[in-house]
Structure formats: C-alpha cells, structure tokens
T-cell receptor, first 113, second 111 residues
Framework: GAVVSQHPSWVICKSGTSVKIECRSL??????MFWYRQFPKQSLMLMAT?????????EQGVEKDKFLINHASLTLSTLTVTSAHPEDSSFYIC?????????FGPGTRLTVL | GENVEQHPSTLSVQEGDSAVIKCTYS??????FPWYKQELGKRPQLIID?????GEKKDQRIAVTLNKTAKHFSLHITETQPEDSAVYFC??????????FGTGTSLTVIP
C-alpha cells in the first residue's frame, strides 16, 4: 500500500495563530487526498477532499476559510488551520486513496492554548 | 453525505468469547466497507474489508458480513484475546473514495 507521512506529528500553538500541517504520499502519486479530524474518544470525521491542482471539496459544516487546503503536487497536500482556537485542538489525519482502500498518515496532534 | 451508525459504543467480553459489532449505512451507492482498529494516538489500521459484491469474508478469527438490501454490515471476532482490546471503527466508502466512519466501539477483552 501507499506510504503516507505527516508533519509535524505534534504541534502546540497560541490561540489566534495559524498552523500548517503537511501530508505527503511517499510512494504513490495521489490526485486526491483526504483530511480527517478526530476529537478525543470520538470517530474520524471527514473534513475535506483535497484535489491536486484544483479547489478542495469540503464536507458540510466545515469552514473552508478556516481550514485552508492546498494540493499543489501529486505528493503533497497541506492543511492550514487559520486563527486557531482551543476548540480546534484535535488529531488531524490525512489519507491517500487507491481503489477504495485508504492509507492513513500517522496523524498530527494539534493543541491550541 | 453518507451516514454510518455503529453499535455498541462499548463492549466487554471474556477472553475466548466472540464479539460482534454492527454498522448501518444510508447511501446505497457506497461500495466498500472496511473495518479499522485504532489504538490511542495512532492511525487506524485496516483489519478486514468487504466490497459490495460480496456477502461475507473471513480472515482467521475475524469475519465481516454485508447485507446490501438492509444496508448493514457486521464485524465478528471469535476466540477473543486481550490484545484484541482497542477501538474499532467501521466505514463506508462512496464511489468517490470518501470514507465515512462509524462512531466507534471500544472493545475490552477481559482475561
């Protein structure tokens, strides 16, 4: 399967700052990547579908101006949490899809103070 | 989008007993149904999956059944072991590859 990495693995930031999370597909050219958010003891919630070279598709209820997604190449998608607040603290996971199967990154834990 | 429900939210079984987790989905176009095991702070790990053209699949102690008409699928773990303790998620995938996860089941296997 595809190998997916994320950076950073853990980030702590002050309220009001922006944080960028990178998702890299190391051995697979991904025209599509997916971003999920997982709060403690809850399920993974699909936030958006990242499309290489075009705008991301956001799920209902997810603010696109708050969570900026850029998919500039076939191996890199970035998620920027703008003006982060404590309620944005969560585990963010990206994935790469290949014929239905999903290969998940290791996740990024964001803590907003 | 797709709506996936999962039951129970917590499940405790004695070692050696069987565990069953059930999920329902709403979108009849969903065609792929994976099950994941997730340990705290780690990425989900695929344990078994089933596609919409198959009714049942088994891999050693783990089996999954799918009823397309009723839009539900189940995970069966037999001869449970303490290392099976984890949170399990079902998911339904649409043709566009978007995955929608169930709410999770915290399984505890009591030695």
């Amino acid at each position: 399967g595809a190998v997916v990495s994320q950076h950073p693995s853990w980030v702590i930031c002050k309220s009001g700052t922006s944080v960028k999370i990178e998702c890299r597909s190391l051995d697979f050219q991904a025209t599509t990547m997916f971003w999920y958010r997982q709060f403690p003891k809850q399920s993974l919630m699909l936030m958006a579908t990242s499309n290489e070279g075009s705008k991301a598709t956001y799920e209902q209820g997810v603010e696109k101006d708050k969570f900026l997604i850029n998919h500039a190449s076939l191996t890199l998608s970035t998620l920027t949490v703008t003006s982060a607040h404590p309620e944005d603290s969560s585990f963010y996971i990206c994935s790469v899809g290949s014929y239905n199967e999903q290969f998940f990154g290791p996740g990024t834990r964001l803590t907003v103070l | 989008g797709e709506n996936v429900e999962q039951h129970p939210s917590t499940l405790s079984v004695q070692e050696g007993d069987s565990a069953v987790i059930k999920c329902t989905y709403s979108d009849s176009a969903s065609n792929y149904f994976p099950w994941y095991k997730q340990e705290l702070g780690k990425r989900p790990q695929l344990i078994i999956d089933i596609r919409s053209n198959v009714g049942e699949k088994k891999d050693q102690r783990i089996a999954v059944t799918l009823n397309k008409t009723a839009k539900h699928f189940s995970l069966h773990i037999t001869e449970t072991q303490p290392e099976d303790s984890a949170v399990y998620f079902c998911a339904a995938s649409t043709p566009g590859n978007q995955f929608y996860f169930g709410t999770g089941t915290s399984l505890t296997v009591i030695p």
